[in-house]
């Protein structure tokens, strides 16, 4: 992967490419809170002699941890800059848990571009899913964590997350990056903002969902039976796998992802 920048607002976000130009596909994943883009090495390893593939560090996040999170709204148009720098114009949105945010969003913004989405591990964007609880208790989870102590908040958060010793191990080397002050302030910008920003949307690209058979991380099984009930699409549950189901089964998931980019060569 080559490692570029892209400068957006004053700010410097930091991408990851492989690209072929005989590849026609290109696949983006975005990552989820409190992660980097390393959390998809696994989807790497078996996509990067078959499509393009992009990864980012999220504002607040990995490389670009000094540059703030604006807007989900600004996520999409950061997307758009990095295809645009890339001279990329049609693409394949994956995004994990959080990461599944600014793929929403770009999709909705930015729809003739978008070949089709993957949501993996995510949540629906729009405002019909939360009650006023779901919204208070995503809003305060950056003061329950505040009561733990920095170790004890990592191993937990990569146990509660993991069903695998590999995905485990994976979430704590990317939390070793991290203070507690760092992730605090992730959780605290990341889901106040989507509080603020959510609004009913219309993804009108082909979707599929993927999450965990063990996905205990809020609502996320719950929300994801209702999303694919609405727009009618398939919804995978992955066998032995918690939340990092990517990491958990990639090769489950990699198969189910790689079937799905398959059925998309005739849309242009």
């Known amino acids: 992967m080559q ?6 607002q004053k700010n410097t976000i930091h991408y990851y490419i492989s690209k072929k130009e005989n590849f026609s596909k290109t696949i983006l994943f975005t990552h989820g809170l409190t992660a980097d883009y390393s959390m998809f090495e696994k ?8 499509f393009n593939i992009i990864l980012w560090d999220l504002p607040l996040h990995g490389n670009s941890k000094q540059c703030n999170l604006i807007s989900y709204n600004d996520t999409a148009d950061m997307i758009y800059n990095i295809l645009m720098e890339e001279n990329i114009e049609n693409i394949i949105l994956a995004g994990m848990s959080i990461g599944g945010y600014p793929s929403q969003f770009f999709a909705s913004k930015y729809h003739n571009m978008v070949s089709g989405f993957i949501g993996i591990d995510t949540t629906p964007v729009g405002r019909k899913y939360y009650s006023q609880l779901d919204n208070w208790l995503v809003k305060h989870t950056s003061f ?3 009561l733990f102590p920095e170790k004890m908040l990592k191993n937990s958060m990569a146990k509660s997350i993991s069903k695998t010793q590999y995905a485990y191990k994976k979430m704590i080397d990317i939390y070793n990056n991290y203070t507690k002050a760092d992730m605090i302030k992730q959780m605290d910008i990341y889901y106040k903002q989507f509080i603020i920003e959510n609004k009913n949307i219309y993804l009108k690209c082909p979707v599929i969902l993927i999450a965990g058979e063990y996905d205990n991380t809020g609502k996320v099984l719950h929300y994801s039976k209702e999303w694919a009930k ?4 398939d919804l995978y549950i992955i066998k032995n796998a918690a939340h990092f189901s990517n990491a958990d089964n990639y ?3 990699n198969n189910i992802i790689d079937k799905f980019v398959e059925t998309l060569s005739s849309i242009k």
């Open 251 to 253: 090769e489950e998931v």
């Open 43 to 50: 989807q790497v390893e078996y996509f990067k002699n078959k």
């Open 3 to 8: 490692h570029k920048t892209l400068h957006y």
């Open 144 to 146: 329950f964590a505040k």
């Open 230 to 233: 609405d727009l009618k699409v």
